[in-house]
């Protein structure tokens, strides 16, 4: 019976993951294909890699993303950490329960409904839709993601760490400077990547508040793909899963490395 149940068990794993991965090595094996045809084989080739980078359009696609991406997921890290610090350290004040919900809404909300308040928004004020557009959006949508990230740092921080620090004459400002971010910081960079993965990744939401100019890669894939896959499409998608791998690989590594020197830190302390 156990063997059995052991063999179902590593089939549906095995079946599993080639359910998900196996579309992937495809898209990859395929993107160096010689053939036009994208599910022809047809040789070895990388002329689409080289297409792909005098595609003017899907290059003008890409640096909008990548801008969008960095400002999104930087100015959303700086308000979800300062949201994850206001729940975790004032527990009680008036209109706590509001605030907690206005910042983790966007977490259930369907993305449609809030590309279409957004637009809604936007057309209300007068505000042209455009490259600034898109980054408003993204931060309204990725915001809530940091402050789960970090707030979940924060609730197991150690606060007797920070009590020393201000007995020994140390200012709050530069406590959270010197003891508080220190320790945080591996959730706040989490936080940041997650935020620009999501931004990276966005495609109902651009839609909505999206104008001339502000075309995202994934808007620039998609209306691309409605007409048919392109062996250049497989390039760009490509690119974006190594790029993706290498920021894994380095995120890993980084923290690691940190791991080992926390306890090598602790080591010698405990031989102090």
């Keep these: 019976m156990n063997a059995t149940w052991s063999r179902f068990n590593v089939t549906s794993v095995v079946l599993g993951f080639a359910f998900l991965y196996l579309p992937i090595v495809l898209l990859v094996v395929f993107s160096f294909n010689e053939s036009k045809l994208v599910t022809v084989w047809g040789g070895f080739s990388t002329k689409w ?48 329960i509001l605030f907690s919900g206005m910042v983790f809404a966007p977490l259930v909300m369907p993305e449609v409904i809030t590309g279409l308040s957004l637009l809604l928004l ?13 980054t408003l959006a993204h931060i309204t949508l990725t915001m809530c993601f940091v402050a789960v990230v970090v707030q979940s740092r924060l609730v197991s921080f150690d606060r007797s760490l920070e009590e020393a620090a201000m007995d020994l004459g140390a200012t709050p400002v530069k406590t959270f400077f010197q003891i508080t971010l220190p320790v945080i910081m591996p959730a706040i960079v989490s936080g ?19 104008g001339p100019g ?9 209306s691309q793909v409605r007409l048919g896959v392109t062996p250049e499409i497989n390039a760009a998608c490509t690119i974006l899963i190594a790029v993706v791998a290498v920021g894994v690989i380095i995120a890993s590594v980084a923290n690691k490395r940190r791991e ?13």
């Design 214 to 222: 502000a075309t995202t890669l994934p808007m620039k894939i998609y």
């Design 49 to 96: 890699y080289v297409s792909l980078f005098h595609n003017q359009g899907l290059m003008d696609a890409t640096w909008v993303t990548a801008r969008v991406g960095v400002i999104s997921a930087t100015v959303a890290t700086v308000l979800g950490t300062l949201a994850a610090l206001t729940l975790t350290r004032y527990t009680r004040f008036r209109g706590r």
């Design 192 to 210: 940041w990547m997650l935020a620009f993965t999501l931004s990276l990744d966005d495609l109902v939401i651009a839609s909505f508040t999206s």
């Design 122 to 134: 936007f057309v209300a004020v007068g505000l042209d839709r455009g490259f600034f557009t898109v």
């Design 260 to 272: 080992v020197q926390r306890q090598l830190d602790e080591q010698a302390a405990q031989r102090g």
